[in-house]
């Protein structure tokens, strides 16, 4: 998450106020000042956190189950909607076993602590999320970064653990998209070079799924083996709240036996797993949203270098301008606002110094002439 400033102490984002794709901002102490911009902040991607089928499922489990399930899913917690999401969702990805939690966080503590140990050594990208970070944390392995997406660097790390100790099972983690980069893994080479050389490997997948790889089924979708484990989340594009973990039987089983993120917490929110359902309904329903995003973000990208702007890493939704200085980052959010666009600066320790950044984020439904006031407000027009 970006770093606080005082300006941003200053406000208050209500969001969703004026419908799909705007947001209000609330100066505190003048609630009377109310303007309506366009979001290009949040992780809705496919425009679905209120979409009539979510609203119409959450209400409904509501009804029928009430807010919360009251219990952990191995006592009184488990419903069929909860079933019902993960057996949709192992069809969906063609994967064993899915197992929800009520966050994407617990979710990738508890699958990097199934798949090591302190004799484990852990290769994670040099770009990867805090929650994985703590999950390496958590379970004593060895941890070594390899540089962001960097394939020879990999290699040569993975020489050195099998050479040290040939029985060594590394464990590499990535993520699919990233979030502050805006850039994709290669995973079909990571794949590969993992089953050259007997490590496992854990992906994850939050910001891609709905989005990104065939008919928005993530990019290790077709990939099985080594990649154990694929997090994903539906508090981006699936419109809701939660997460889930798919894998094989055996490590689906484990999970459930041994997980502490999985046997100790309350069970996701029946209203959650209910809306999550009928978005991944929707996904289903409508395959090309996910490309036709995708050809939208791609568009972004080839105007912005028009307009003199170096090209964004990757061709997903997520679109990183580096500005430099956290003041400048700030400098240019604001003028965004002034044109109608909300768009947060993300400034250390979230990125490297000196590599603050707007993270602008393409959505579904968003204004047709979103981009020009974008462009305008970079050109401090």
Same mark, same amino acid.
């Given at each position: ?31 009377? =000042? ?30 029928? =189950? ?267 959010? =604001? ?17 490297? =110094? ?28």
């Amino acid at each position: 998450m970006p770093s606080i400033s005082n300006q941003s102490r200053r406000r208050r984002i209500r969001a969703w106020m004026n419908g799909p794709g705007t947001c209000e901002l609330t100066e505190l102490g003048k609630s009377n =000042e109310v303007s309506a911009l366009i979001d290009l902040a949040s992780n809705d991607y496919l425009n679905l956190s209120k979409h009539p089928r979510l609203l119409e499922a959450a209400t409904k489990a509501i009804a029928i =189950e009430g807010v919360s399930s009251c219990g952990s899913r191995l006592v009184t917690g488990t419903r069929k909607v909860h079933q019902d999401l993960e057996n949709a969702l192992a069809q969906w990805l063609h994967r064993e076993h899915v197992l929800l939690f009520p966050s994407g966080f617990q979710a990738n503590i508890a699958a990097v602590v199934a798949l090591a140990n302190r004799h484990t050594t852990v290769l994670a990208d040099r770009y990867l999320h805090h929650s994985l970070l703590l999950g390496v944390k958590t379970c004593g392995a060895r941890l070594q970064r390899f540089s962001h997406n960097d394939l020879t660097d990999l290699t040569q790390r993975l020489k050195k653990c099998k050479s040290r100790n040939p029985k060594d099972i590394p464990l590499v983690i990535t993520e699919s998209l990233f979030s502050m980069e805006g850039s994709t893994a290669p995973i079909k080479e990571i794949a590969t070079l993992c089953d050259q050389f007997g490590a496992n490997l854990l992906v994850d997948e939050a910001h891609a799924l709905g989005v990104m790889g065939p008919e928005g089924k993530g990019l290790c979708y077709g990939i099985n083996e080594p990649i154990k484990i694929v997090s994903g989340t539906f508090g981006k594009a699936f419109g809701s709240g939660g997460a889930f973990l798919a894998s094989n039987a055996q490590i689906g089983d484990q999970l459930i036996q041994n997980s502490g993120a999985f046997k100790y917490t309350t069970a996701l929110a029946p209203p959650l797993a209910a809306a999550a359902l009928a978005a991944l309904q929707l996904m289903q329903e409508n395959p090309n949203w996910g490309s036709s995003l995708i050809s939208k973000s791609q568009f972004w990208r080839s105007k912005l270098v028009d307009n003199g702007w170096e090209k964004p890493a990757g061709d997903g939704p997520i679109i990183p301008l580096i500005i430099g200085s956290d003041q400048q980052a700030l400098d240019v959010q =604001e003028k965004l606002e002034q044109k109608g666009i909300l768009s947060i600066a993300i400034r250390p320790p979230t990125v490297p =110094e000196g590599t603050a950044r707007l993270r602008l984020v393409v959505r579904k439904g968003i204004p047709h002439e979103t981009l020009s006031k974008v462009l305008e407000g970079l050109a401090g027009k």
